[in-house]
Nanobody, 124 residues
Framework: QVQLVESGGGSVQAGGSLRLSCAASGRTFSSTAMGWFRQAPGKEREFVAA????????YYADSVKGRFTISRDNAKRTVYLQMNSLKPEDTAVYYCASAPYGSDWYAERTYSNWGQGTQVTVSS
């Protein structure tokens, strides 16, 4: 089992920035990739970004490309989501998730362990 703890959420005005962190512990050797998802009120959870623990390829939803950056620190087993140029529509609870294997990093079903979520609120 992989335990995930997110931090870094908060409130910011439109155009501002936030950096989310997700620390993984437990059986982290079983984790192949990490993803960020978000869920806005009244909406389904949606993919935001993903990265594998090895290699350099990253994956982004079209809605955040050019504004958000996912990165990782393998030694700390921590994944980050740098969010710039935030918009009110980015308001959501952000979750990090761990996938033991797979290839469709955009799909929620690929991920087996989830954090508790952190709230991000962007005001206009």
């Amino acid at each position: 089992q992989v335990q995930l703890v997110e931090s870094g959420g908060g409130s910011v005005q439109a155009g501002g920035s936030l950096r989310l962190s997700c620390a993984a512990s437990g059986r982290t050797f079983s984790s192949t990739a990490m993803g960020w998802f978000r869920q806005a009120p009244g909406k389904e959870r949606e993919f935001v970004a993903a990265t594998r623990w090895s290699g350099t390829i990253t994956y982004y939803a079209d809605s955040v490309k050019g504004r958000f950056t996912i990165s990782r620190d393998n030694a700390k087993r921590t994944v980050y989501l740098q969010m710039n140029s935030l918009k009110p529509e980015d308001t959501a609870v952000y979750y990090c998730a761990s996938a033991p294997y797979g290839s469709d990093w955009y799909a929620e079903r690929t991920y087996s362990n989830w954090g508790q979520g952190t709230q991000v609120t962007v005001s206009s």
